[in-house]
């Protein structure tokens, strides 16, 4: 049954078909989290992003895909993104056990630039074919290569609501133009995620903005009109249409528990939609990452 609040949620995409709605309202309803209008979600494209080694030595059952797929279903997630090659080899194994996300889009870390472009790697048939409930795809605003990554989504968006699968995108400000500083600055990811909105996904992930203002037109706003950036409850977005779009936040880099819970806490307290936190989970034990996904997930409900 989909709860009052999904519904609400719901109603913010109403020129969506109803095969996009019902797979937005999976989910949204699924795991510990269902019904209560918060995501938290396991995204597991490091092994592409960054090599095996690097992302699954660490707790070293991660080299299996299956277990990306039992962690996030045992933990009670929201749903399971990942590549092509990870979802195909255990999508039948765990048909139905939880929703899908197929990342269209990955880059790899073997040739280094300043302005990356990531390779389509997946398709919306393929998304279909293994059961998805949504494609996933990453834009890097700010990148001399940003225009073709926004071409690309907007057809892919379009084929995905066609065929009733709801669209997330990464929106991660990385390229020449901006420093290592500003890829976390406030008004950029502000941008980022109205950027995102404005192209039509469903679902937005960002990285958690630090108080940093990267441009100076924007720093001249924000000193003009008072706008509050010093917590980071100040600094969870209403960019993404006044909160009427879901955003949700990274995880970051591998960090101490109490650190990422003090993260999380601050995403809450401010509003959030969410959470979509990798390597903190998959790179612990699976004990270690289920209790700290727990312990997540309760901090978005609210009831620690």
Same mark, same amino acid.
């Given at each position: 049954?989909?709860?009052?609040?999904?519904?609400?949620?719901?109603?913010?995409?109403?020129?969506?078909?109803?095969?996009?709605?019902?797979?937005?309202?999976?989910?949204?309803?699924?795991?510990?989290?269902?019904?209560?209008?918060?995501?938290?979600?396991?995204?597991?494209?490091?092994?592409?992003?960054?090599?095996?080694?690097?992302?699954?030595?660490?707790?070293?059952?991660?080299?299996?895909?299956?277990?990306?797929? $039992? &962690? *996030?279903? +045992? #933990?009670?997630?929201?749903?399971? !993104?990942?590549?092509?090659?990870?979802?195909?080899? @255990? /999508?039948?194994?765990?048909?139905?056990?939880?929703?899908?996300?197929?990342?269209?889009?990955?880059?790899?870390?073997?040739?280094?630039?300043?302005?990356?472009?990531?390779?389509?790697?997946?398709?919306?048939?393929?998304?279909?074919?293994?059961?998805?409930?949504?494609?996933?795809?990453?834009?890097?605003?700010?990148?001399?290569?940003?225009?073709?990554?926004?071409?690309?989504?907007? $057809? &892919? *968006?379009? +084929? #995905?609501?066609?065929?009733?699968? !709801?669209?997330?995108?990464?929106?991660?400000?990385? @390229? /020449?133009?901006?420093?290592?500083?500003?890829?976390?600055?406030?008004?950029?990811?502000?941008?980022?995620?109205?950027?995102?909105?404005?192209?039509?996904?469903?679902?937005?992930?960002?990285?958690?903005?630090?108080?940093?203002?990267?441009?100076?037109?924007?720093?001249?706003?924000?000193?003009?009109?008072?706008?509050?950036?010093?917590?980071?409850?100040?600094?969870?977005?209403?960019?993404?249409?006044?909160?009427?779009?879901?955003?949700?936040?990274?995880?970051?880099?591998?960090?101490?528990?109490?650190?990422?819970?003090?993260?999380?806490?601050?995403?809450?307290?401010?509003?959030?939609?969410?959470?979509?936190?990798?390597?903190?989970?998959?790179?612990?034990?699976?004990?270690?990452?289920?209790?700290?996904?727990?312990?997540?997930?309760?901090?978005?409900?609210?009831?620690?």
């Amino acid at each position: 049954m989909t709860t009052k609040r999904v519904k609400e949620i719901l109603s913010w995409y109403a020129t969506d078909n109803p095969g996009t709605l019902t797979n937005l309202a999976r989910l949204l309803g699924h795991g510990r989290l269902g019904g209560s209008g918060k995501l938290v979600i396991l995204p597991v494209d490091q092994g592409f992003e960054h090599g095996p080694a690097r992302s699954f030595a660490k707790n070293a059952p991660g080299y299996d895909p299956r277990y990306h797929f $039992e &962690l *996030a279903i +045992e #933990a009670g997630c929201n749903a399971y !993104a990942a590549p092509l090659g990870f979802l195909e080899a @255990g /999508a039948a194994e765990f048909a139905g056990d939880i929703p899908l996300i197929l990342k269209l889009n990955n880059s790899d870390s073997l040739l280094s630039g300043g302005d990356p472009c990531p390779a389509i790697t997946g398709s919306v048939a393929d998304a279909l074919r293994l059961g998805c409930s949504a494609i996933g795809f990453t834009i890097y605003p700010a990148s001399a290569h940003r225009n073709e990554m926004y071409g690309q989504i907007r $057809e &892919l *968006a379009e +084929e #995905a609501k066609a065929c009733g699968l !709801a669209v997330v995108v990464w929106s991660y400000p990385r @390229g /020449a133009s901006i420093s290592s500083q500003g890829e976390t600055a406030i008004d950029v990811v502000a941008y980022a995620a109205q950027i995102a909105a404005q192209l039509g996904a469903h679902i937005i992930k960002v990285k958690p903005p630090t108080d940093h203002i990267e441009q100076d037109a924007a720093r001249k706003v924000y000193e003009a009109e008072g706008i509050p950036i010093s917590t980071l409850p100040d600094r969870v977005l209403q960019s993404a249409f006044n909160g009427r779009r879901i955003v949700i936040f990274s995880g970051g880099a591998a960090k101490g528990r109490e650190a990422v819970l003090e993260e999380i806490r601050g995403i809450a307290e401010g509003g959030g939609f969410g959470s979509i936190v990798g390597r903190n989970s998959f790179q612990r034990a699976k004990t270690e990452g289920i209790e700290l996904l727990h312990d997540i997930m309760e901090i978005h409900a609210g009831t620690v």
